[in-house]
């Protein structure tokens, strides 16, 4: 069973930075790619950055230039870098790892760390 482990939320200031943390229980090689989602208060849950085990990136418009995904494959961690954070930014954000075999999806989810940008 693949347990992911978010870490690194908080209070910060408009304008500040925050790091979180996505800690598995196994190699994240072994997934396709890792995503950071988030989930606003009666908003739906949506798509932050991502990263495949090639090291592709991708970001929602709302973020680039401003966070910054990576993996760290030998601690089987993946990272959000939040800088000039936004009140809108605001949320639950959480890990997500998935894995495609023979066309199957399998996804995996963190428990969610609350991030909240104070004005």
């Known amino acids: 069973q693949v347990q992911l482990v978010e870490s690194g939320g908080g209070l910060v200031q408009a304008g500040g930075s925050l790091r979180l943390s996505c800690a598995a229980s196994g190699s994240i090689f072994s997934f396709n790619a890792m995503t950071w989602y988030r989930q606003a208060p009666g908003k739906q849950r949506e798509l932050v950055a991502s990263?495949?085990?090639?090291?592709?990136?991708n970001y929602a418009d709302s973020v680039k230039g401003r966070f910054t995904i990576s993996r760290d494959n030998a601690k089987n961690t993946v990272y959000l870098q939040m800088n000039s954070l936004k009140p809108e930014d605001t949320a639950v954000y959480y890990c997500?790892?998935?894995?495609?075999?023979?066309?199957?999806?399998?996804?995996?989810w963190g428990q969610g760390t609350q991030v909240t940008v104070s004005s």
């Open positions: 997500n790892a998935r894995k495609v075999v023979q066309f199957l999806e399998y996804d995996y």
């Open positions: 990263i495949t085990s090639g090291g592709k990136t």
